[in-house]
């Protein structure tokens, strides 16, 4: 499977980042809309899945947050 260079952007920055982060903060890290962020969750989730790890999404504090994490799997 061919990986985008935007993909991995996102996921080496969610990989770096101590706590789950905002779409805005991908955004305005990386220099992407929120619209393409929020795009690129599929193929995010999708390589991060083939790790062996999962990419959680949810809201925190209103706003939604993403982080990869080793969860247990339901």
Do not use: D, E, T, W
């Given at each position: 499977m061919a990986i985008s260079e935007r993909t991995q952007m996102i996921i080496r920055f969610l990989r770096r980042s101590a706590s789950p982060v905002s779409v805005q903060q991908v955004s305005e890290k990386l220099d992407l809309s929120k619209r393409t962020v929020y795009r690129e969750?599929?193929?995010?989730?999708?390589?991060?899945?083939?790790?062996?790890?999962?990419?959680?999404?949810?809201?925190?504090?209103?706003?939604?947050?993403?982080?990869?994490?080793?969860c247990p799997r339901s």
């Open positions: 969750l599929a193929a995010v989730s999708a390589v991060v899945a083939a790790s062996g790890a999962q990419l959680a999404v949810g809201p925190v504090q209103g706003a939604a947050r993403i982080h990869i994490c080793r």
